[in-house]
């Protein structure tokens, strides 16, 4: 049985299969060089790469040669980091996985919570080391800087809001 985003698939939307492979591939060893895990990087790239957007496990094992156990624990690392999401099948206990448009905002904006905590045990740390002691000051200017990244993070985030608004016409 034919799966989405099989190779017949490909070649049926005008595209070179081995190109989208080599693309997927390509791009998953930047996100790897980049600091994410292989499994998990293919993964996202095969699931970007798909026109739907969505892909079941068994289309995700067939599409890079992996096994189920692999596609799991991808899928549940970029679920942890906000980059896919789980959707049932309707009428089936089959599973798929999909990456939204949006997906690096969500990344980014759930990042948020992490520069929250950071800011958090900066400002205990400057505390306890005392702002007036070299180890202070250090652990008070890397605070500043994370509060100042925070602040730019949500002010570049409201203007692709209003830059997706105007290119793409989706809020």
């Known amino acids: 049985m034919r ?14 299969p081995e190109a989208v492979s080599k693309f997927v591939e390509g791009f998953a060893a930047q996100l790897v060089e ?9 993964v996202f790239a095969a699931l970007l ?27 549940r690392y970029l679920s942890q980091q906000h980059m ?10 089959r599973e798929r996985y999909r990456v939204h448009s949006n ?8 990042r948020e919570a992490v520069l ?8 205990d740390g400057v505390t306890s ?5 070299p180890a202070g000051r250090r652990m008070a200017e890397t605070l500043a800087f994370f509060e100042f990244v925070d602040e730019e ?9 209003v830059h997706r608004e105007e290119r793409f016409g989706q809020g």
């Open 34 to 42: 980049a600091g994410m895990q292989r499994m998990p990087s293919r």
């Open 84 to 93: 896919v999401s789980r959707e049932r099948e309707p009428g089936s206990r």
């Open 153 to 161: 993070i949500a002010a570049m985030m409201e203007r692709w809001r």
């Open 3 to 16: 799966q989405p985003g099989d190779q017949a698939d490909q070649a049926a939307a005008g595209r070179d």
């Open 116 to 123: 929250k905590r950071w800011e958090s045990a900066l400002s």
């Open 103 to 110: 997906q690096w905002y969500e990344a980014l904006t759930n």
């Open 49 to 75: 790469a798909s026109d739907s957007g969505s892909l079941t496990s068994a289309e995700l094992g067939e599409q890079l040669r992996v096994s189920p156990a692999a596609v799991s624990g991808a899928v």
């Open 129 to 133: 080391l005392g702002a007036d002691t």
